[in-house]
């Protein structure tokens, strides 16, 4: 699993259309502020360990944000950057894992819709530690 973390003042996000995935959710508007960004990404080896990948991400993207003092988490798939993606029903099951796990630990969670296109507003902080790259192996 890989993700990239922004820590963002300001985020929106509007369903604009539908990608090529076989399985698309239902799309909403997602606003926040004060968040980390996470562009998550589930690769084809973590399917046979889902549990985890889930506990290890989870606890990661909870560190960033408590390191932060941010309440806020927004979980955008995100496969765009990285090779050999899991499969989608893996992708998407792992992604709502992650969300129950992070909710669990106290986090306002919100998640864009899979197989969704966006346009997207944000600001993001220019802090050293305003974007973050992670590998969950």
Do not use: C
């Amino acid at each position: 699993m890989r993700f990239l973390a922004w820590h963002v003042g300001r985020f929106r996000a509007v369903p604009s259309e539908k990608g090529r995935s076989p399985i698309v959710e239902d799309a909403r508007t997602v606003e926040t502020e004060n968040a980390i960004l996470v562009f998550a990404n589930f690769e084809k080896s973590d399917e046979s360990h889902q549990p985890e990948i889930v506990a290890k991400a989870s606890t990661e993207m909870s560190s960033i944000a408590s390191n932060l003092k941010v309440g806020n988490i927004v979980l955008n798939p995100f496969a765009h950057l990285f090779a050999e993606s899991s499969t989608p029903e893996s992708a998407v099951s792992m992604l709502r894992a992650l969300e129950t796990s992070l909710a669990a630990d106290g986090f306002q969670v919100q998640r864009l819709a899979f197989g969704m296109f966006y346009e997207l507003e944000l600001t993001a902080k220019g802090h050293r530690y305003s974007r973050i790259a992670r590998r969950v192996d």
